[in-house]
Nanobody, 114 residues
Framework: QVQLVESGGGLVQAGGSLRLSCTAS????????MGWYRQAPGKQREVVASITSGGYTICADSVKGRFTISRDNAKNMYLQMSGLKPEDTALYYC?????????WGQGTQVTVSS
């Protein structure tokens, strides 16, 4: 069973930067996808970026060129966010998927002031 813990959220001014971290514990396996999602008040949860066990990454168009997803091993994943905008304000979640198995973290709040 995998558990995820996010950290690194906070309050930042527009144009600033934050780095989110997600630490996974448990048995990870060889084939999986990890990703960052976010949910703003009154909106649906949306994918921000994801990375496969093979290292392939993809980012949503809304954050391309500003956010970077990375991983230093199977258990630590990061989201480097720069050029933050007020519309990036949301609760950010870490997600792990391996076949039908899926786990979510508890979320970390990112608030960008104008």
């Amino acid at each position: 069973q995998v558990q995820l813990v996010e950290s690194g959220g906070g309050l930042v001014q527009a144009g600033g930067s934050l780095r989110l971290s997600c630490t996974a514990s448990g048995t990870i396996g060889s084939f999986y996808i990890m990703g960052w999602y976010r949910q703003a008040p009154g909106k649906q949860r949306e994918v921000v970026a994801s990375i496969t066990s093979g290292g392939y990454t993809i980012c949503a168009d809304s954050v391309k060129g500003r956010f970077t997803i990375s991983r230093d091993n199977a258990k630590n994943m990061y989201l480097q966010m720069s050029g933050l905008k007020p519309e990036d304000t949301a609760l950010y979640y870490c997600n792990f998927r391996a076949g039908p198995y899926e786990v979510w973290g508890q979320g970390t709040q990112v608030t960008v002031s104008s």
